[in-house]
């Protein structure tokens, strides 16, 4: 069972940053196939309760292989920092950046990444974060921004000490805002880019209705007495609403059964139908919410 740590850590530094053509060592062989793992599996433990949420690795590869120009006037300005003053628009921007910073090394664009970094690193300090770190972590991270091999080994070392930290503080809820901060930004880039009709997208963004009802549940966790958290569960529902007018069908091809290593493989393709109007509401309805996160 996954902890918090793996949303907020993967979340801020690891998704999209930039493959390395070095040989591993073994050590670092064995650390990156656990980590690979766990991005790959993307199931997150909230509350003893376990949740599949896509990573946005996984939104900004897509982009790129659909030879998706670059445009960098999607992000969120580094700028709109000065505007977040409590730690419920920090936490949630803190995954906003973190999904930009995917973007960013995605398109191997490292000086503007070195920024949107910087803008983590700070907020990470804010929300009190970087208290269950070395006092060289971020340093060495930043250095390896660009080094996927050196930065997994980094991120290895540091996953405990997070998890223990945001438990023992009662900060379970920074984690989700962190989480669903970084999945509403992926959607903001996906739902731009669909709207010139790339069918590769629109499959994409429609896959995540299932992820978002499981973000749905993760924020119901923290709502209690706490009416800006109800704020925010409010719109993902009403987003939701909008996800019930896709259809998604699914074929199943063969079932591939390993009795040595104890695991069964399900092979399926997914089938998603939405109409042009179901399209342009949902687009307009991400824009929305992520235009109430940022601002």
Same mark, same amino acid.
């Given at each position: 069972m996954y902890k918090t740590i793996i949303p907020v850590l993967i979340l801020i530094f690891l998704f999209g940053c930039?493959?390395?053509?070095?040989?591993?060592?073994?050590?670092?062989?064995?650390?990156?196939?656990?980590?690979?793992?766990?991005?790959?599996?993307?199931?997150?433990?909230?509350?003893?309760?376990?949740?599949?949420?896509?990573?946005?690795?996984?939104?900004?590869?897509?982009?790129?292989?659909?030879? &998706? @120009?670059? #445009?960098? %006037?999607?992000?969120n300005p580094t700028s709109n920092t000065l505007n977040y003053t409590n730690s419920y628009k920090k936490a949630l921007n803190m995954g906003v950046y973190g999904a930009d910073l995917g973007y960013l090394?995605?398109?191997?664009?490292?000086?503007?990444?070195?920024t949107y970094f910087s803008v983590i690193k700070t907020l990470s300090q804010e929300l009190g974060i970087i208290n269950s770190l070395k006092k060289d972590t971020f340093e060495r &991270? @930043?250095? #390896?921004? %660009?080094?996927?091999?050196?930065?997994?080994?980094?991120?290895s070392n540091s996953y405990q000490d997070i998890d223990i930290f945001l438990k023992s503080n009662d900060q379970g809820h920074i984690g989700a805002l962190i989480l669903a901060g970084g999945w509403i930004e992926s959607m903001y880039l996906l739902s731009r880019f669909s709207e010139n009709k790339n069918q590769e997208l629109i499959s994409l963004l429609g896959e995540n209705k299932n992820p978002l009802e499981n973000l749905i549940k993760i924020i119901s966790l923290y709502t209690e007495n706490?009416?800006?958290?109800?704020?925010?569960?409010?719109?993902?529902?009403?987003?939701?609403?909008?996800?019930?007018?896709?259809?998604?069908?699914?074929?199943?091809?063969?079932?591939?059964?390993?009795?040595?290593?104890?695991f069964t493989k399900v092979y399926s393709n997914t089938n998603i139908t939405i109409s042009d109007d179901v399209l342009k509401e949902l687009i307009e309805e991400i824009k929305a919410l992520r235009q109430f996160i940022i601002s």
């Open positions: 930039g493959q390395s053509n070095q040989p591993k060592s073994q050590p670092e062989e064995a650390e990156s196939k656990i980590i690979d793992s766990l991005i790959s599996s993307r199931i997150v433990n909230f509350e003893n309760s376990l949740f599949s949420i896509p990573s946005p690795h996984q939104i900004t590869m897509t982009l790129k292989q659909q030879n &998706i @120009e670059y #445009n960098p %006037s999607y992000l090394n995605t398109y191997d664009k490292t000086q503007e990444a070195i &991270i @930043e250095k #390896n921004l %660009s080094n996927q091999d050196s930065l997994l080994h980094l991120l706490n009416r800006i958290y109800q704020v925010l569960l409010e719109k993902l529902i009403a987003l939701e609403m909008i996800y019930q007018n896709i259809e998604i069908t699914y074929t199943y091809n063969k079932t591939e059964v390993n009795p040595e290593q104890k």
